[in-house]
C-alpha cells in the first residue's frame, strides 16, 4: 500500500488548511482516501488519490488551488505545490521544481511561504496563520 511520504503531508497540509466548507469538505475526503499512484518525474511528482464514492463531493467541482511556494535545502529553484480537485474530489497532489532541476531523494524544506506573506523556516502553524484564504480560494469562487 502507497503511503505519502512526510514531505508530501507537510503540503498537503498547507494546502488544506483554512476555515472554508470547501477545505474542510477536501481535509474529510483526505481523511478517508488513500494514494492511488505516484508518478514521479524528472522534476517534481505526481501523487494521485482514490476518494471513496461515499465522501461528500465540493462545489465547484473542478479546480486547483496552489498558493504555496517552498525553497528546498540545495534547490537550486523554488517548488511549487497544488491540488487538483475534479469531479468534486481531491484528485492529485503535484510538486516540482520551477526551474525543471532534477529532484531530491530526500526533500528538506529551507523556507515556505504563501503567495504574498513572509517566509518561514519550516511548514507549521505559524506559516498556517499568514494564509490569504481569500487569495487561495479566488480562481474556486469564480468558477
Avoid at 511520504?5 to 474542510?24: K, N
Avoid at 531530491?104 to 504563501?114: D, G, I, N, R
Amino acid at each position: 500500500m502507497l503511503t505519502l511520504t512526510s514531505f508530501e503531508r507537510s503540503l498537503m497540509d498547507a494546502l488544506l488548511v483554512g476555515g472554508d466548507e470547501i477545505l474542510a469538505r477536501l481535509r474529510a475526503q483526505y481523511a478517508v482516501g488513500s494514494v492511488k499512484a505516484r508518478e514521479a518525474y524528472d522534476s517534481g511528482a505526481d501523487v494521485l488519490f482514490d476518494v471513496p464514492a461515499s465522501a461528500h463531493v465540493v462545489d465547484p467541482s473542478n479546480f486547483q488551488i496552489g498558493d504555496i511556494q517552498l525553497r528546498l535545502v540545495n534547490g537550486p529553484s523554488p517548488v511549487d505545490a497544488m491540488i487538483f480537485v475534479k469531479n468534486g474530489r481531491l484528485q492529485s497532489l503535484e510538486y516540482y521544481f520551477c526551474g525543471g532541476e532534477a529532484w531530491p531523494a530526500q526533500p528538506v524544506v529551507e523556507t515556505a511561504h504563501y503567495f504574498g506573506a513572509r517566509e518561514f523556516s519550516e511548514i507549521g502553524d505559524a506559516l498556517f496563520q499568514t494564509r490569504d484564504l481569500a487569495f487561495a480560494l479566488n480562481a474556486v469562487k469564480r468558477t
